[in-house]
């Protein structure tokens, strides 16, 4: 299973959507830099057509840092401990930038 | 120089803290309005993420945004235009905004574009 | 006519530097004039004086110098964006303490300023971003 | 009137929707860079609803580099001394990228 | 060392010429192949631009990318897929790429991804 | 866990490099092991000796230093990106002739080599991209 790193916001690459044209049942998501402003709810629906096995996650230090609250429920905020976590949870990670 | 005045447009397309564009952008705001030019900015697509209050940078090691965005409030720079369709894909309320913004429909940008006389884009 | 030209991508990282060079070019070759050539943000390793590569590629800083002294033109490093991102000249080199330093001697170290002068004297004012 | 310089593809950036949404009567567009990858006829409708007064470059140096022929009619192909001209011929110039 | 292996896949993402990315994945995947670990290439989104032919790169001072993608199938390196729906948006047909593909529907990428050891993004 | 991380951004142009010094501090704290940092296109500006961010500015490259130090980590700057951009070690400077060189004494140049040994010889390879 794999862990999907994305750091680009939905506009200024098509990192997020390729990544989610990529998972598979069972990989989790994680939101990190630019990309945890995808977790805002207006983005919601983007992650709809998620198979629910899927997790989601977000990088909170990067979520404070912007200013994001009330974000989309679905995303887990983690820091970098439980990134290195789930990294090693997950077979592999693969970027998408 | 002095009686030479230029009208300058700066177009934020940005989010911040990912890349150094929306610092950058704001450090060019400044100096231009240190050169007394007229000055408006434009925040487009992501750079309407700029706007959003209550930063706290050091939690990436970096400085807020938001202390220089008040600036140009204090360096009179008052045109702070703002793409309303960018908003509202983002779900960001005008009232969400601490700072005096216009907002501008595509008609409102391609005119306030058309008046310049020189953009700097970021 | 005026020209300046604005740089912010890195050359090989981005094609922004070599585009406004081959721009620049055809600026003078028509007969208009560069009031400067301005290189801010990533764009400010174009005045890396340490940059080599292979020799079957473009060398675009010493593109950069030879157009420069061929046509006398100004090529201004931002300082601020420049400093933190590893490329001074001697002056900068001493005041931080380090122990050398890279920029191409064709290139001057300035501030913001030099940028918005060049955007009031200049008829038009061509971006070339990352 | 504005020369509009796009130097992104239509997929890495939002850079060629923002300009298009920005254009008035008169204006130009230019695109350089992996901006000529917009003149392929497959996105060609990204440009239909642009004023017929707002006349569209490429820059063929690019497109060579890029190996790209058969591209949208709508554009014409011109060289670094045309993409100088149309900077003096248009009033300014707007960099989207 | 000699003893381990791991199977690599390579995603490329991004259109050729404009950035190295491009460039710094072929190198990437020329160094794996000296190594003889299992590699495979995936080509989504803009990179599948790379795989147009008649580049001539050197009108813009660059080196053609067409040649290292060559030498990918003399150092054995044939299993090149490639996102369908990313040809289809761009509306290049298979037969216009003159390197032997596999095309990969979503779920075909999905599979793919899942059963490598290492995948490195450019 | 065997870790290694891929760096492919330049810092302050990107956030890249400072995450994936937050990432690889986490990575230390919990016990695992890094066997390489790569620096890879423009994540080989980490590597400068150069840098000076302001005072009030995190220093990316000095914090790498700081933490290679600490925990004997083995951070690679890939020759070719290097050298291309602007980036050299003593020798490099030698090769080609250059006034000066710039990476920092506890980075080492070296080939793509190793960034596929890392990939084969490590559980994890976590890519922070720019």
């Keep these: ?97 | 120089m002095s009686d030479t005045k230029k009208s300058f447009l700066i177009i934020n397309r940005k989010a911040p803290y990912g890349s150094s564009a929306a610092r950058d952008a704001l450090d060019v705001a400044l100096t231009i309005s240190v050169f007394e030019q007229p000055l408006s900015l434009l925040f487009m697509d992501d750079a309407v993420l700029q706007l959003l209050p209550a930063h706290n940078a050091a939690a990436i090691g970096q400085k807020n945004l938001s202390a220089n965005l008040s600036m140009l409030e204090m360096y009179d720079i008052d045109q702070l235009y703002v793409c309303q369709r960018a908003l509202e894909q983002r779900g960001i309320r005008p009232d969400d905004i601490e700072l005096n913004i216009i907002l501008l429909d595509q008609s409102g940008i391609a005119a306030l574009i058309k008046k310049q006389d020189q953009v700097l884009s970021f | 006519m005026i020209f300046s030209i604005v740089v912010t991508g890195a050359p090989y990282s981005s094609q922004a530097s070599a585009s406004a060079l081959q721009f620049s070019r055809s600026v003078l070759k028509l007969g208009h004039t560069i009031h400067r050539v301005f290189f801010y943000a990533d764009g400010v390793h174009s005045g890396s004086a340490l940059a080599a590569p292979p020799q079957d590629e473009a060398n675009i800083p010493s593109e950069w110098t030879a157009l420069a002294c061929e046509h006398d033109l100004d090529l201004v490093v931002c300082i601020a964006a420049a400093v933190r991102r590893g490329v001074l000249d001697e002056n900068e080199a001493r005041r931080y303490e380090k122990s050398g330093h890279n920029l191409s001697p064709d290139f001057t170290l300035s501030g913001l300023g030099q940028l918005v002068e060049a955007g009031i004297l200049s008829d038009r004012v061509v971006t070339f971003g990352a």
């Design chain 1, 1 to 97: 299973m794999t862990l999907h790193l994305i750091n680009k916001t939905p506009s200024e690459s098509s990192a997020l959507r390729d990544s989610l044209s990529a998972v598979s049942n069972g990989d989790a998501l994680l939101l990190i830099e630019n990309g945890v402003y995808a977790a805002m709810p207006a983005y919601a629906e983007l992650f709809t057509r998620l198979p629910g096995s899927v997790q989601c996650y977000l990088l909170e230090d990067d979520a404070i840092a912007r200013g994001l609250k009330d974000l989309n429920q679905d995303f887990r905020a983690i820091g970098y401990d439980g990134f290195v976590e789930l990294s090693c949870r997950y077979g592999k990670v693969v970027s998408w930038f």
